[in-house]
């Protein structure tokens, strides 16, 4: 109780520290909804404040956000929680762009500011169709959408189009987690065990986790297989049994590791393979190492019940029997067989590489593009 009013004080005057700035130093605000944010604003931080040495402040919900305690002069870092402070930071925002991952701008009980003219910007937390992945009204009240690829903008334009909506800026942007993921690729990393396998699932009621995922981190580990859990971040919140199950049956097994937060790139890297259901890292592990993704074939997860609306595909189902196999739950026993195979796939780099180069805008240049429009922004403004 002491410590939650303690951060609940902390985040009022973190939010009247921010609104002490100047003008001038609040121009360019990110902000933060959950510890997956910095994942997909990182490059174009760096961009802006490591090499255009432009000022920036970082708004985040996320009390131990590594943000918070950068070093980079460039950058003001603010905890405002996820109450009221975080509501009134945003009603009440004189900035003149505010970039962020977060869906739903409006819809909710986070709203536009009342009294700036603020431009708001949306950047992606997934390659995923718009459509599919994000709610109906997810992104009405931005006024620019940083795109991965191009199916973002047919969705996009089919949506205003349809709904008979205003037109959105819509900048050919790319994906700044997969170009941070192939930097990483391309840098140092010290080897590990090749036979490490990542299970990573998504949220949601059909989530393989709760569909499958005790047996199947069974038959991994009696395959003697090295596993990785890496649940969604609402899992960890809203599956504190299923977790806790998890980790009785599991946790002292050496072969063995839960992560709670991002997989370490040691592991990422090293890995022989990832299992997962409708998340959007498995585009991220596919496009990064050219390699299959095992799929477990459990319902789709839809936010959007009208996404049939747009007449368009969502790229996940285009591309997921191209990018690796689909597995049925009730057939999990194959699975191991199907790793050690793996690496005898005969074209499956060439096929997922263009893929890729067919979806993703800029590949290692969205900072860059990202950087250049903002820029071009201030100056207009």
Same mark, same amino acid.
């Given at each position: 109780m002491k410590i939650s009013k303690l951060f609940f004080n902390y985040s009022w005057q973190e939010l009247k520290r921010f609104k002490k700035l100047s003008d001038l130093e609040r121009t360019i605000v990110f902000y933060a909804e959950n510890k997956a944010s910095i994942n997909h604003c990182h490059a174009l931080i760096n961009e802006l404040t490591e090499k255009r040495n432009l000022q920036i402040c970082y708004v985040t919900s996320v009390k131990d956000d590594p943000m918070l305690? #950068?070093?980079?002069? +460039? &950058? +003001?870092?603010?905890?405002?929680?996820?109450?009221n402070a975080r509501i009134q930071f945003f009603v009440t925002l004189q900035a003149k762009i505010l970039l962020m991952d977060m869906p739903d701008l409006g819809s909710f009980h986070i709203k536009r500011s009342k009294v700036h003219p603020v431009h708001y910007i *949306? !950047?992606?937390?997934?390659?995923?169709?718009?459509?599919?992945?994000?709610?109906?009204?997810?992104? /009405? @009240? *931005?006024d620019t959408i940083f795109c991965v690829g191009k199916h973002h903008i047919d969705e996009i334009? =089919?949506?205003?189009?349809v709904y008979g909506l205003k037109p959105k800026?819509?900048?050919k942007y790319g994906f700044g987690r997969l170009d941070d993921l192939l930097k990483e690729k $391309?840098? +140092?990393? /010290? #080897?590990?065990?090749? @036979?490490?396998?990542? &299970?990573?699932?998504?949220?949601? @009621?059909d989530n393989l986790?709760?569909?499958?995922?005790?047996? %199947?981190? /069974?038959?991994?580990?009696?395959?003697?297989l090295k596993v990785v859990l890496r649940p969604h971040f609402k899992i960890l919140k809203d599956s504190t049994?299923?977790?806790?199950?998890?980790?009785?049956?599991?946790?002292?097994?050496?072969?063995? #590791?839960?992560?709670?937060? =991002? &997989?370490?790139? +040691?592991?990422?890297? $090293?890995?022989?393979?990832?299992?997962?259901?409708?998340?959007?890292?498995?585009?991220e592990y596919a496009f990064t190492f050219e390699r299959p993704i095992i799929f477990i074939d459990v319902p789709k997860k839809i936010l959007n019940p009208n996404y049939n609306d747009i007449f368009l595909e969502p790229i996940e189902v285009t591309h997921r029997n191209q990018l690796g196999h689909v597995v049925l739950p009730s057939n999990?026993?194959?699975?191991?067989? %199907? !790793? =050690? @195979?793996?690496?005898?796939?005969?074209?499956s780099s060439k096929q997922i590489k263009k893929i890729l180069s067919e979806t993703v805008f800029n590949i290692g240049e969205s900072a860059k593009v990202g950087a250049n429009f903002i820029q071009q922004l201030i100056v207009s403004n």
């Open positions: 305690s #950068s070093k980079n002069p +460039k &950058i +003001k870092s603010f905890y405002i929680g996820t109450g *949306y !950047i992606f937390h997934s390659m995923f169709s718009s459509h599919s992945y994000l709610r109906k009204e997810a992104l /009405d @009240n *931005y334009r =089919k949506a205003e189009e800026k819509l900048i $391309n840098q +140092k990393i /010290d #080897s590990v065990n090749r @036979n490490v396998i990542l &299970i990573t699932p998504t949220y949601g @009621n986790l709760e569909t499958c995922g005790i047996e %199947l981190i /069974d038959i991994l580990l009696n395959a003697n049994k299923l977790i806790k199950s998890i980790q009785n049956k599991f946790g002292s097994n050496p072969n063995f #590791s839960l992560e709670n937060g =991002k &997989i370490p790139p +040691k592991l990422f890297h $090293n890995s022989l393979c990832m299992i997962s259901d409708w998340s959007g890292i498995s585009f999990l026993n194959v699975i191991p067989e %199907l !790793i =050690k @195979n793996m690496n005898e796939i005969s074209n």
